[in-house]
């Protein structure tokens, strides 16, 4: 018999390893901020930014990619800076393009119905980030190109957070952090470490909202599986919260 809080938490009725290390030490004399959004060829070394707020202006002339040239806003991330939950998407849709910001629309309320499920407010829990800044066309796969010329600026937010938990949410996700281009289908619900970090691949709200079935082994099952185990992970990283 089907959990009634698994029932609930995809109700959407009524609501409008094998990880490649990060990148290396940040050199001497590190490359100038401000030339950095110019080309693929410039290194983002870690501590290149001193505040989340540092990335916007660079994310939103950046031209290391083609996706510069069709963005309306870069997409940066939202949330409490401080969170011990970072989760990561994978690129921005036509309305995180238009309003600048992650998971909005149907995707971003199923989100945090899931979040809710197990007591984890998104605003105040976590730290929403996408793995690609700006929207490809059509909504497509960023490409391998893209995926790494984004990758410096991902790695700059997640220092910068310094998250307990990483949630890798989508294949692009995954591929952007650990390298690891293995369909989501064989990696969510396995935890693992990157960069001394316990990450988990989930499946993105989109996806589910494509698969609406909650029988078991279905997608929206699983989801409800791994969100519990991401609340006794944080649990057993935080015994007195």
Not at 26 to 31: K, N, S, T
Not at 90 to 115: M, R, S, T
């Amino acid at each position: 018999m089907a959990n009634p809080d698994q029932i609930s938490l995809f109700d959407l009725s009524g609501a409008n390893a094998n990880a490649p290390s990060p990148e290396p030490s940040a050199p001497d004399r590190p490359a100038d901020p401000a030339q950095i959004p110019t080309s693929p060829q410039i290194p983002i070394p870690p501590g290149t930014y001193g505040s989340l707020a540092d990335l916007g202006e660079p994310c939103n002339r950046c031209q290391r990619c083609g996706l510069g040239t069709t963005r309306t806003h870069a997409v940066i991330g939202r949330g409490n800076p401080q969170a011990k939950i970072m989760i990561i998407g994978e690129a921005p849709g036509q309305q995180e393009d238009q309003q600048g910001l992650p998971f909005v629309g149907k995707a971003g309320q199923l989100l945090d119905k899931i979040l809710a499920s197990v007591q984890l407010d998104r605003d105040r829990d976590v730290y929403i980030g996408n793995a690609i800044k700006c929207r490809p066309p059509g909504n497509r796969k960023p490409t391998p190109s893209e995926i790494a010329a984004c990758r410096p600026y991902l790695l700059e937010q997640i220092r910068l957070v310094n998250p307990q938990i990483i949630l890798l949410s989508g294949g692009t996700a995954v591929q952007s952090v650990t390298g690891d281009s293995t369909g989501i289908t064989r990696l969510r619900g396995q935890w693992r470490l990157w960069d001394d970090r316990p990450c988990l691949p989930i499946f993105h709200p989109s996806y589910l909202l494509r698969n609406p079935d909650r029988t078991p082994n279905s997608p929206k099952w699983l989801m409800w599986q791994d969100i519990q185990s991401v609340r006794a992970k944080y649990d057993q990283l935080n015994p007195s919260s």
